[in-house]
Nanobody
Framework: QVQLVESGGGLVQAGGSLRLSCAASGRTVSSYAIGWFRQAPGKEREFVAVISRSGGSTSYKDSVKGRFTISRDNARNTVNLQMNSLKPEDTAIYYC????????????????????WGQGTQVTVSS
């Protein structure tokens, strides 16, 4: 079982940038497809981005395409989410999640497909 810990959240003005990191321990992060999800107050947890085990396949929520980039750093056993041009509607708790199911190119977008979750990091974007 892998343990996942998010970091890098904070308060930023609209148009600013943040980089979130998901650090894995217990297993190598390259054994897992890693997804990022977010949950705003009173809303369901929603998919943001995912990277496959191979790192060769990614998928993004439509509203973050062109602004967010997910990447692997296997040497540091982390997965990063670079978030640029942030908007107030990006405000949420961001969670990373991992699954070892599926092929090395698998990019799951549904939260029920993941069985390992971090505790989350708060991102607040002020207008």
């Amino acid at each position: 079982q892998v343990q996942l810990v998010e970091s890098g959240g904070g308060l930023v003005q609209a148009g600013g940038s943040l980089r979130l990191s998901c650090a894995a321990s217990g297993r190598t992060v390259s054994s897992y497809a890693i997804g990022w999800f977010r949950q705003a107050p009173g809303k369901e947890r929603e998919f943001v981005a995912v990277i496959s085990r191979s790192g060769g396949s990614t998928s993004y929520k439509d509203s973050v395409k062109g602004r967010f980039t997910i990447s692997r750093d296997n040497a540091r056993n982390t997965v990063n989410l670079q978030m640029n041009s942030l908007k107030p509607e990006d405000t949420a708790i961001y969670y990373c999640a991992g699954t070892s199911s599926g092929s090395t190119w698998f990019v799951p977008r549904w939260k029920n497909e993941y069985d390992n979750w971090g505790q989350g990091t708060q991102v607040t974007v002020s207008s």
